[in-house]
C-alpha cells in the first residue's frame, strides 16, 4: 500500500525546519530577544557571504545596515519569531550582527520607556 502524495509547500513548515537545522528557538545570546529588539549589522553587506550561510541570513545582514526590529525583520522577510530569532542567534554568535534594546530607561528619573519612541514604533509598524 502506498502512502498519498503529498505536495512540497515551500513556505510552510518543512522549508522552516531546513531554515533553522530542526532548531525551534533561540539559544545563547539570543534568547532574550523579543519583537521590539533592535538589529544592526556589525559587517558590510557589500562583501561576499560568510562560508555556509544562507540566503535569509544575508539578507537580515543586508536589511539591518540600519537598525530594524525583530518584528519588523520578520515581516519583510515573511517569517515567524521563532524562526527568524533562531537565524539572528546564528548572526549574533557569528558576530555578524548585534542586538540591541530600543528602549533606554533614563536612571535619572526611573520612569521607565520614552512614551515617544513607543509612538514611533508603533507609527513605523502601521506603515508596514
Known amino acids: 500500500m502506498s502512502r498519498p502524495h503529498r505536495p512540497t509547500d515551500?513556505?510552510?513548515?518543512?522549508?522552516?525546519?531546513?531554515l533553522t537545522g530542526g532548531r525551534s528557538?533561540?539559544?545563547?545570546p539570543a534568547a532574550?530577544?523579543?519583537?521590539?529588539?533592535?538589529?544592526?549589522?556589525?559587517?558590510?553587506?557589500?562583501?561576499?557571504?560568510?562560508p555556509g550561510s544562507q540566503?535569509?541570513?544575508?539578507?537580515?545582514v543586508r536589511?539591518?545596515?540600519?537598525p530594524l526590529?525583530?518584528?519588523?525583520?520578520?515581516?519583510?522577510?515573511?517569517l515567524p519569531f521563532n524562526i527568524l530569532a533562531v537565524l539572528?542567534?546564528?548572526?549574533?554568535?557569528?558576530?555578524?550582527?548585534?542586538?540591541?534594546?530600543p528602549i533606554p530607561v533614563s536612571s535619572a528619573s526611573g520612569r521607565g520607556p520614552d512614551i515617544a519612541l513607543l509612538e514611533e514604533v508603533l507609527s513605523g509598524l502601521e506603515r508596514l
Do not use: F, K, N, W
Open 10 to 18: 515551500p513556505s510552510g513548515l518543512e522549508r522552516y525546519y531546513v
Open 25 to 28: 528557538g533561540p539559544g545563547g
Open 32 to 50: 532574550g530577544l523579543d519583537v521590539a529588539t533592535l538589529i544592526v549589522s556589525r559587517t558590510d553587506s557589500r562583501t561576499a557571504p560568510a
Open 55 to 60: 540566503a535569509e541570513h544575508e539578507e537580515i
Open 63 to 66: 536589511r539591518c545596515r540600519d
Open 69 to 78: 526590529s525583530v518584528a519588523e525583520l520578520g515581516a519583510h522577510l515573511g
Open 88 to 101: 539572528v542567534t546564528d548572526l549574533l554568535e557569528a558576530g555578524r550582527v548585534e542586538a540591541r534594546d
